[in-house]
């Protein structure tokens, strides 16, 4: 062993450089899984729909997917800035000695607030729901609409 460290035998000085490394990833791995593990609770997002949201030169369109949600259960409210989606999202019980082997979709309260990049008209809105989307069309103020300039 004391021959070894004299002479840095049989690695010469390279493990020794990783080593302190190796050491290092270990020591964050440790804590990373006592973050992420049962020492703190583990942080959700909830349950909320995956959205597109796009636009052309009259409107702001806002596609979500909710599956299994009906039109009456979503309250949708438009500002001059942005639009909010909310409902809740109900998922019958499998029953009370079930074994789930996988739990991906959850129950729950939902809510969506996504500002928008311009002025919008919020007594112009249209929304539908069919096979799981909703597809909200938002036209833009007068004033956020693009206008086109003639040069003289």
């Given at each position: 062993?004391?021959y070894?460290?004299?002479?840095?035998?049989?690695?010469?000085?390279?493990?020794?450089?990783?080593?302190?490394?190796?050491?290092?990833?270990?020591?964050?791995?440790?804590?990373y899984g006592?973050?992420?593990?049962?020492?703190?609770?583990?942080?959700s997002?909830?349950?909320?729909?995956?959205?597109?949201?796009?636009?052309?030169?009259?409107?702001?369109?806002?596609?979500?997917?909710?599956?299994?949600?009906?039109s009456?259960?979503?309250?949708?409210?438009?500002?001059?800035?942005?639009?909010?989606?909310?409902?809740?999202?109900?998922?019958?019980?499998?029953?009370?000695?079930?074994?789930?082997?996988?739990?991906?979709?959850?129950?729950?309260?939902?809510?969506?607030?996504?500002?928008?990049?311009?002025?919008?008209?919020?007594?112009?809105?249209?929304?539908?729901?069919?096979?799981?989307?909703?597809?909200?069309?938002?036209?833009?103020?007068?004033?956020?609409?693009?206008?086109?300039?003639?040069?003289?």
């Amino acid at each position: 062993m004391y021959y070894r460290r004299i002479f840095d035998l049989p690695t010469w000085g390279f493990r020794r450089k990783f080593g302190e490394l190796d050491r290092l990833r270990n020591r964050m791995d440790e804590l990373y899984g006592a973050l992420s593990g049962g020492a703190f609770p583990k942080l959700s997002a909830g349950v909320f729909p995956l959205t597109n949201i796009t636009e052309d030169g009259e409107n702001f369109y806002v596609r979500a997917e909710l599956p299994g949600i009906k039109s009456n259960e979503l309250d949708i409210q438009v500002t001059s800035k942005g639009i909010s989606i909310s409902g809740e999202r109900k998922i019958p019980e499998e029953g009370k000695n079930v074994k789930y082997h996988r739990r991906e979709r959850e129950a729950g309260k939902f809510s969506r607030l996504i500002n928008l990049s311009g002025d919008v008209d919020v007594n112009k809105v249209d929304a539908g729901l069919k096979n799981g989307i909703l597809t909200v069309t938002i036209r833009k103020a007068e004033a956020a609409k693009p206008r086109q300039i003639t040069v003289k």
